[in-house]
T-cell receptor, first 113, second 110 residues
Framework: EAGVAQSPRYKIIEKRQSVAFWCNPI?????LYWYQQILGQGPKLLIQ????????DSQLPKDRFSAERLKGVDSTLKIQPAKLEDSAVYLC???????????FGDGTRLSIL | GQQVMQIPQYQHVQEGEDFTTYCNSS?????IQWYKQRPGGHPVFLIQ?????EVKKQKRLTFQFGEAKKNSSLHITATQTTDVGTYFC??????????FGTGTLLAVQP
C-alpha cells in the first residue's frame, strides 16, 4: 500500500511571499488532514476534510492560509503572504474516516527568511 | 476548549530501564490513540484505545485507558535505543477530530 505523498520536502521563502504544498492521501481514505508542527510541539490541526467537504478549519488562519480538496482526493495548502511565525513542518495525514488511525506523510519543512 | 497534557515533557533513561508517559484530558474521551515520532520523522500510529479500563500490549509496550476515560498511559519495559523519539497521545472527544497532546521526548542512553 502506497503511503501519503507530500511535496515538496523542503521550502525556503522570504516573508510576504506565497507557498503551496501538495498532498496525495492513501487510496480510499475519505478523511484528509493538514497539520502544522512547530519544533518541540505536537501537531496542530489546521484543517480536516471529509471527502471534498471541510469538517473543521477552526484553527486555520484564514486571512493567509487556504486549502482545498476539489475532487475528494489530492489536496493543496497555500500560505499567502507568509510570516516568520509560519516556519514549521506541514504534515498531511489521511484516514479511512474521522477518529480512525491516521497515516502521515513525510511533511514539508518550511523556512521563512 | 479541550486541553491535552502529557507528562513528563522529557525523559532520559539508561538502556534497560522502564519508561512511562501519561496523557491527561480535561474532558471525557471517546477514544485515544498513541503515536511515535522519531527525530526528523513523522508520527506513526501505534495503538487505539476505546473502552474504559482497556489495556493493550505490543511486545514491550503496554497501553492503558483510564476507568473514567480522561487519561491514558504508555509504559515501555526495558527500553532499547530504538525506542528513542517523541510519544504523542491523540484524543477524540465529542467532535469528530483528534487533538494531539504535547508529547514526551524519550532519550535512551546505551
Amino acid at each position: 500500500e502506497a503511503g501519503v505523498a507530500q511535496s515538496p520536502r523542503y521550502k525556503i521563502i522570504e516573508k510576504r511571499q506565497s507557498v503551496a504544498f501538495w498532498c496525495n492521501p492513501i487510496s480510499g481514505h475519505a478523511t484528509l488532514y493538514w497539520y502544522q508542527q512547530i519544533l518541540g510541539q505536537g501537531p496542530k490541526l489546521l484543517i480536516q476534510f471529509q471527502n471534498n467537504g471541510v469538517v473543521d478549519d477552526s484553527q486555520l488562519p484564514k486571512d493567509r492560509f487556504s486549502a482545498e480538496r476539489l475532487k475528494g482526493v489530492d489536496s493543496t495548502l497555500k500560505i499567502q503572504p507568509a510570516k516568520l511565525e509560519d516556519s514549521a513542518v506541514y504534515l498531511c495525514a489521511s484516514s479511512l474516516a474521522g477518529l480512525q488511525p491516521q497515516h502521515f506523510g513525510d511533511g514539508t519543512r518550511l523556512s521563512i527568511l | 476548549g479541550q486541553q491535552v497534557m502529557q507528562i513528563p515533557q522529557y525523559q532520559h533513561v539508561q538502556e534497560g530501564e522502564d519508561f512511562t508517559t501519561y496523557c491527561n484530558s480535561s474532558t471525557t474521551l471517546s477514544n485515544i490513540q498513541w503515536y511515535k515520532q522519531r527525530p526528523g520523522g513523522h508520527p506513526v500510529f501505534l495503538i487505539q484505545l476505546v473502552k474504559s479500563g482497556e489495556v493493550k500490549k505490543q511486545k514491550r509496550l503496554t497501553f492503558q485507558f483510564g476507568e473514567a476515560k480522561k487519561n491514558s498511559s504508555l509504559h515501555i519495559t526495558a527500553t532499547q535505543t530504538t525506542d528513542v523519539g517523541t510519544y504523542f497521545c491523540a484524543v477524540g472527544g465529542a467532535t469528530n477530530k483528534l487533538i494531539f497532546g504535547t508529547g514526551t521526548l524519550l532519550a535512551v542512553q546505551p
